[in-house]
């Protein structure tokens, strides 16, 4: 990997693309600490700082770890990149239901063009929504739980300005993520994630130190390195199925007669799964939260089981749900039933498996074979901070586990390719030299 990223500073157009990069990247972590017009942030601080002692903020760490700890101190890119991935998904969720969708997604980039403009209305109108909550939430005194005012006055025009400036925030995201796949390298929304969950790692780790001491930091960094190569070896992992095109004339020219194969992925889904379940959880939690005064016997259960994390209820309900989302989505994403016809359409067919239905039925079977130990791998990693909370009392952004560590891993992974295969188009000298 370090090679790779020296080879491509040796070569001047991968070096302007990387310097690129590195400027956006330096552009939306200074929008992420600077305070959004209204916030008192003498109080943030004091009540953030009582957070971390009571570990009350659990109930926002998946926001709080893609905005990378913008949202609790209410900042103008305290929204992060979260709206944007709501709303990615529910687009691509759409598109298998709606027929409209479907078509747009056959038409190829023109039709892809028009869903991404779909998904900004929709980032924008969620950003509104989340905003508005956040907002209200931190007038109200409950996104921190903290007796301090986090805002200067709890005026409408304030509370509007806020909701605004978090809004307007998510669109610069937005546009600062494009710009990095014009003209940079990689998929920029997915870079900005990546570095929004490394700005919180090294807190986390520092975290750990502070609360267990150096013996338990040393334990955990170990423990770290070694989840971090497993995890690379998982995500490489995939089956590869046989595909094989019979050779056709068309006109005077022969086609077909190559060989390839259907790669399926171990973890098919990717991070969806724990995203799913973790914003499932997440809802009964903030019901409980708006009626914090009630003494109703369901906040007070919901209070118990589904807020800290660190109950094996908990922890069984997220695993499972992680389990069925994984099935979820790769069934959404994965039709094996489409790939069959494809391969008939076009003469390919798998080698001891007839061509339509049969190939089919083939598929899914692999697909479901296959599915099974990703997600219980998918559920094992989401686990790691939820157990690390319960056995040495850290918090629930504990570094090595969940999604922290499948966004680093996934991206460094997809980024380093983009860059070998760039320095390759660079470097190929061909037959001739």
């Not at 601080?45 to 770890?65: F, H, K, M, P």
């Not at 997915?190 to 150096?214: E, H």
């Not at 660190?310 to 099935?327: A, N, R, S």
Request: proline share 4%; net charge positive; glycine share 8%.
């Amino acid at each position: 990997m370090l090679g790779a990223f020296a080879n491509a500073f040796r070569t001047p157009d991968l070096r302007r693309k990387l310097l690129f990069v590195l400027l956006i990247i330096v552009i939306f972590r200074m929008g992420s600490q600077i305070p959004a017009p209204g916030v008192d942030v003498a109080n943030v601080e004091q009540c953030i700082q009582a957070t971390r002692e009571g570990d009350g903020a659990s109930l926002y760490n998946l926001v709080n770890l893609f905005s990378g700890g913008a949202l609790l101190q209410l900042t103008i890119f305290a929204l992060g990149i979260m709206p944007y991935i709501t709303a990615s998904i529910i687009l691509q969720l759409l598109v298998v239901v709606i027929p409209r969708l479907e078509a747009l997604k056959k038409e190829g980039q023109a039709g892809q063009s028009k869903i991404t403009q779909y998904t900004r209305y929709l980032t924008l109108g969620l950003a509104v929504l989340q905003a508005t909550g956040i907002v209200a939430l931190a007038r109200s005194g409950n996104l921190l739980q903290c007796d301090q005012d986090l805002l200067v006055d709890n005026g409408t025009a304030t509370f509007l300005v806020l909701v605004i400036t978090m809004t307007a925030g998510t669109a610069v995201i937005m546009w600062l993520g494009e710009l990095i796949t014009d003209r940079g390298i990689g998929n920029g929304m997915s870079i900005l994630i990546f570095t929004q969950v490394i700005a919180t790692f090294p807190a986390a780790m520092w975290d750990v130190k502070n609360s267990r001491g150096w013996w338990t930091f040393g334990v955990v960094l170990v423990i770290g390195l070694a989840l971090i190569a497993a995890v690379i070896f998982i995500e490489q992992a995939q089956r590869r199925i046989p595909v094989q095109y019979a050779r056709r004339m068309v006109g005077r020219k022969m086609f077909g007669g190559s060989s390839t194969y259907i790669p399926l992925k171990v973890n098919q889904a990717g991070i969806i799964p724990v995203i799913f379940a973790s914003s499932l959880l997440y809802l009964p939690a903030m019901a409980a939260q708006f009626n914090s005064n009630s003494t109703a016997a369901w906040v007070d259960w919901i209070n118990t089981y589904f807020v800290q994390g660190d109950h094996p209820i908990y922890m069984t309900v997220y695993f499972l749900l992680i389990i069925f989302f994984t099935y979820f989505y790769v069934s959404i994403t994965f039709n094996p039933h489409e790939v069959a016809d494809n391969m008939k359409k076009y003469g390919g067919f798998i080698p001891g498996i007839r061509a339509g239905k049969p190939t089919e039925d083939y598929l899914s079977y692999v697909l479901s074979r296959i599915t099974f130990p990703g997600s219980l791998y998918l559920g094992l990693i989401a686990l790691i901070p939820l157990i690390a909370l319960a056995l040495i009392n850290a918090n629930q952004n504990f570094p090595f586990g969940g999604t922290s560590i499948l966004i680093m891993v996934g991206v460094a992974l997809d980024t380093v390719k983009q860059i070998e295969s760039q320095l390759q188009q660079r470097n190929y000298e061909g037959f001739l030299r």
